[in-house]
């Protein structure tokens, strides 16, 4: 879901300035986003619906072995690789009231321990259990993703059918193994009731560089396991934010049999 609410009030993007203007460009950009992680956030409903999962999530629900997070109430998992770290108090006036100009602000965010964590507009690469100050200007919401994370994210479109056939981008996360059961279903209707959908794992070996794909879960009703997959090996350089892959980045075709593919 993705709406705002509001009664007698302007909620529309061009409401709050043009082009260039960096509230107007931050709220287009966040739309964007949302866009990109349709295949991750649908995934996430799917596995509620099927599996009683929790999309939103306090840190002790995936930290538990670290004391540190029990009392964070500022940072929050949406499922089990982005860690979202809202600004939640001004940070763009001093002391004294006047405005930063020149600094860019910052909040501080905890890493949870036990894993790394990548900065996901940067790709740098921290390690968990420890407190740095996370850049937060107005266009760039702090987000980290945990180390061995596979992210599935769609193309930058206008609304959600448009691209439905579009490759999806996996971008993977080095530091340790992982993988991700992503779910598709029809996109409409309650064919799902009926175990219309499909499971496609991604697995990652962090030591061999490897990822495998492979529909284990097909539904009776002969929903396509093909899939059009673009990996994506995450790094200072690639995989960066709201960025697409640049052009002539290798695609590859997931038929249904297991197959993998090996990311340098």
């Excluded at 960096?22 to 596995?47: A, K, M, N, S």
């Excluded at 763009?92 to 910052?106: C, H, K, L, R």
């Excluded at 760039?140 to 993703?145: A, D, E, G, T």
């Excluded at 080095?174 to 697995?203: K, Q």
Aim: net charge negative.
């Amino acid at each position: 879901m993705f709406r705002s609410h509001g009664t007698d009030t302007p909620r529309e993007p061009w409401r709050f300035g043009d082009v260039g203007d960096v509230t107007y460009d931050t709220i287009i950009d966040f739309i964007r986003l949302r866009y990109r992680l349709l295949p991750y956030l649908y995934t996430l409903q799917g596995w509620e619906t099927h599996r009683h999962y929790t999309t939103m999530r306090a840190l002790a629900f995936d930290f538990r072995h670290d004391p540190a997070v029990y009392d964070i109430d500022d940072q929050l998992m949406i499922g089990p690789a982005l860690m979202i770290c809202p600004v939640t108090k001004p940070i763009y006036f001093g002391p004294d009231s006047t405005p930063m100009a020149d600094v860019v602000p910052t909040r501080p965010v905890y890493l949870p321990a036990g894993c790394g964590w990548y900065d996901f507009w940067t790709g740098e690469r921290h390690s968990g259990g420890q407190t740095i100050e996370a850049a937060a200007p107005l266009e760039r919401m702090p987000i980290f993703v945990r180390a061995g994370s596979i992210l599935p994210l769609g193309p930058i479109v206008g609304h959600a059918e448009q691209a439905a056939d579009a490759p999806l981008e996996i971008r993977v996360y080095p530091g340790s193994d992982g993988h991700f059961d992503l779910y598709r279903d029809a996109g409409d209707g309650y064919g799902y009731e009926r175990g219309e959908y499909t499971f496609t794992t991604l697995g990652w070996s962090d030591t061999e560089g490897l990822l495998t794909v492979d529909a284990r879960t097909a539904a009776a009703s002969g929903l396509a396991t093909h899939l059009e997959l673009t990996p994506i090996r995450v790094d200072e350089h690639c995989g960066l934010g709201l960025n697409e892959p640049a052009a002539g980045t290798p695609t590859v075709t997931f038929q249904g049999p297991p197959a993998t593919y090996h990311l340098g």
